[in-house]
């Protein structure tokens, strides 16, 4: 048996399906042409996020080892402390 998460709640109507994260808009970031790497840099209030990475091209198609695209990464948990 593995536990992922526990949850305590006096909610009575909690519903452990129920996404216990409020989506955030987008942040799209680009790199001149030709670059492949590099440092984005953007602000957070503190709190507990989880977010991925996704790699896209105009011009060239990305796919991933499965033929998936976008190209994501595996979601993250990150806290921001005040």
Do not use: M, W
């Not at 593995?2 to 216990?20: A, K, N």
């Amino acid at each position: 048996i593995f536990i992922d998460s526990i949850v305590l709640t006096q909610d009575p109507d909690f519903e452990p399906t129920d996404e216990p994260y409020e989506p955030l808009a987008a942040i799209s970031q680009s790199f001149a042409d030709g670059r492949s790497k590099g440092v984005i840099a953007t602000r957070f209030e503190p709190g507990t996020y989880r977010c991925h990475v996704e790699a896209s091209s105009r011009k060239h198609p990305l796919v991933d080892a499965f033929g998936a695209s976008p190209v994501k990464s595996v979601v993250i948990e990150l806290t921001i402390a005040p």
